[in-house]
Nanobody
Framework: QVQLVESGGGSVQAGGSLGLSCAASGRTFSSYNMGWFRQAPGKEREFVAAITWRDGRTYYVDSVKGRFRISRDNAKNMVYLQMNSLKPEGTAVYYC????????????WGQGTQVTVSS
């Protein structure tokens, strides 16, 4: 069992930056693929970024490429999402998620943290 707790959300003006953190419990964290998702009001949850456990390879939705950066520190059981050049359409609840090796999808989810980008 893994528990995920996000932090770092808040309000920022367009063009600004925010850094999100996700603290994971569980001794097998280092073997989980980790991801960030977001859900804007009235919209479905969408994938934002992911990082693999094996080699730290990263993946991003096209809309955030070049502006967001996902990273992880397995020694600290942490995953991060650095968000730069934020846009108003980035306003959403951001969720951290974990995918065990045995699963084909993300199984563990945090409670989410609100990010609001004003124009």
């Amino acid at each position: 069992q893994v528990q995920l707790v996000e932090s770092g959300g808040g309000s920022v003006q367009a063009g600004g930056s925010l850094g999100l953190s996700c603290a994971a419990s569980g001794r097998t964290f280092s073997s989980y693929n980790m991801g960030w998702f977001r859900q804007a009001p009235g919209k479905e949850r969408e994938f934002v970024a992911a990082i693999t456990w094996r080699d730290g390879r990263t993946y991003y939705v096209d809309s955030v490429k070049g502006r967001f950066r996902i990273s992880r520190d397995n020694a600290k059981n942490m995953v991060y999402l650095q968000m730069n050049s934020l846009k108003p359409e980035g306003t959403a609840v951001y969720y951290c998620a974990g995918q065990p090796l045995s699963a084909s999808q993300y199984v563990y989810w945090g409670q989410g943290t609100q990010v609001t980008v004003s124009s």
